[in-house]
């Protein structure tokens, strides 16, 4: 017996949201009866629309690996209620159109979005917090490219050694030295992006931190020209001067201060070497001296606008919630947050670090500068205080970068308390997949990014970062 199959009347719709076959056009339908009906999104619904069409659609009947990779990779971005999978990593959008060109970034982009997901299932992620399969294909994909002389420096493996850098720092907590180590080395050897290649312009900006810290940091004896290469694709101003109209602009002038900040570390590790001659020691030590209380000077006025709006931002948030119950509340932070949030926690780690490095030069002058120490230890005290806003953060990647600021005020922390309690809040974050294991290499850890980040000698502080 044949069954005849459903009527010309009987529509199947399925509305799980799991499928990305459908059209853009048949997605903003189902959205546009849903709220004639009556029914409106909620505020994550609402959120996980916002990248709805504006990816490439795939082929509607995936026939390659490459292309249900690809559709698994547009739904994962577009249904990212929050929006953190593309938090300084805006090359993810333009990897749907080049994952058939390469293996390893196609294994890798599949890894990637399968830890993603069980990020969000934290049951799976305590049981398997990297699945062993696809990381071990992944691994050996990227393997054989990188052994390819064809293919070892190609954009698509640049790409996939990315994405397999920041599955190892959010779902791995393996050490990320090696992986930020082995990304400069290849972005360097790969150079500048040069042919228009809007892949290779988005790695460099993702990468771009990597850069500048690995040459600070490690290498800030190489050659200075091919920095300044970087700096400049990268938008950094590499003059002394700052100009005027950079303050109209928050991102500029912080682009600008970073990228005088791996010079001026540069330039204090030679101050801090005994065999400086002790006029070259005198000229450098007075030159970045003046830099550092030009930088705390220019950001002043940004600085104090960003702690003001901040704290109104969250009184009205605050009223609104008391005053008119049916404001929607999220389980994280609103959007608006974030947004208040972001630039302050940008300008704080700045501002502490200038602020200690114009202390520590006074006194290489001669002159400890007791006013200037203060302002240190009130910053410091300004990154506590973000200690609280931070652990409402439930973006895994964001948290990686705003932590910044707590951190560098670990080293005034006198009271034991304190400090156990700094690194159990860490610890409650994505940032324990940073940190060592015990508590004894964690506060080395933690005094090291003190000392490295201002140029100093570690002392001691064993545990080599970045």
């Known amino acids: 017996m044949v069954c005849s199959g459903p009527t010309v009347t009987t529509k199947f719709i399925h509305a799980s949201g799991q499928g990305l076959s459908t059209d853009h056009g048949a997605s903003h339908s189902l959205v546009s009866v849903t709220r004639s009906n009556g029914a409106h999104l909620t505020a994550v619904e609402a959120e996980r629309q916002r990248f709805v069409g504006l990816l490439p659609r795939p082929r509607k009947y995936p026939t390659t690996v490459a292309d249900r990779v690809t559709i698994r990779l547009i739904s994962t971005i577009e249904r990212d209620p929050i929006g953190d999978i593309l938090h300084n990593a805006n090359f993810l959008k333009i990897l749907p159109q080049r994952l058939g060109a390469s293996p390893a970034l196609r294994d890798c982009v599949a890894l990637f979005c399968h830890c993603w997901t069980n990020y969000r299932c934290p049951e799976a992620m305590e049981k398997c917090p990297i699945f062993h399969d696809l990381h071990g294909k992944a691994l050996r994909s990227l393997m054989r490219a990188l052994q390819n002389p064809t293919t070892q420096l190609s954009t698509e493996t640049c790409a996939a050694v990315t994405v397999m850098a920041r599955c190892n720092l959010l779902f791995d907590g393996g050490d990320p030295t090696l992986h930020q180590k082995g990304i400069a080395k290849m972005m360097r050897s790969k150079g500048p992006p040069q042919n228009g290649d809007d892949l290779h312009v988005q790695l460099s900006i993702a990468n771009g931190g990597h850069i500048v810290r690995h040459w600070a940091a490690a290498h800030c004896t190489e050659d200075p020209q091919w920095i300044s290469s970087w700096q400049d694709v990268l938008g950094w101003n590499t003059s002394t001067e700052v100009p005027e109209h950079v303050n109209k602009h928050r991102q500029d002038q912080l682009n600008t201060i970073t990228a005088q900040w791996a010079r001026m570390v540069k330039s204090i590790k030679e101050i801090n070497n005994p065999y400086t001659a002790a006029d070259r020691r005198q000229h450098l030590a007075e030159q970045m001296h003046a830099l ?48 208040l949030f972001k630039p302050l926690a940008a300008y704080v780690p700045m501002r502490i670090i200038f602020s200690r490095i114009a202390y520590d030069l006074s006194c290489t002058l001669g002159a400890a500068d007791a006013e200037m120490y203060d302002k240190y230890h009130r910053m410091c005290q300004q990154g506590w205080d973000l200690l609280p806003h931070i652990m409402e953060i439930d973006h895994p990647i964001a948290t990686l970068n705003y932590v910044l600021g707590v951190v560098l005020c670990f080293e005034i922390l006198e009271n034991q308390e304190r400090k156990d309690y700094l690194v159990d809040a860490l610890k409650s974050t994505n940032f324990r997949r940073v940190l060592p294991s015990s508590r004894e290499d964690t506060e080395r850890f933690l005094m090291n990014i003190c000392c490295l980040s201002t140029g100093r000698d570690t002392d001691g502080y064993d545990i080599h970062v970045n």
Do not use: D, Q
């Open 292 to 339: 550092a209380l030009r930088f705390l000077a220019e950001t002043e006025t940004s600085y104090r606008l960003c702690v003001s709006t901040y704290e109104i931002g969250m009184k009205m948030e605050s009223s609104l919630g008391e005053n008119y119950p049916w404001h929607r509340k999220l389980a994280s932070p609103p959007p608006s947050h974030e947004a």
